[in-house]
């Protein structure tokens, strides 16, 4: 269940006000979990087998 990591990561997210104009979290099944900015994919959980860590996916979108 990551729903759990997926808020805090989204808590984490908002705090970029100036840089996100829309978050959406979207429930799936088989574990995935994909972060999107601007249409590129940042993050995703079903190529890696890994849920993002925070610090990278907000070095990721600072750099967009």
């Known amino acids: 269940n990551y ?3 997926a808020v805090s990561l989204a808590g984490r997210l908002l705090k ?3 840089r996100i104009s829309s978050l959406e979290l979207v429930p799936s099944s088989g574990a995935m979990f994909e972060v999107t900015a601007n249409d590129k994919l940042v ?3 079903r190529a890696t087998g890994e849920f993002p860590e ?3 996916v907000l ?3 600072r750099s967009l």
């Open 3 to 5: 729903e759990p990591q």
């Open 43 to 45: 993050h995703s959980k």
């Open 54 to 56: 925070p610090a990278a």
């Open 16 to 18: 970029l006000k100036q």
């Open 59 to 61: 070095q990721a979108l």
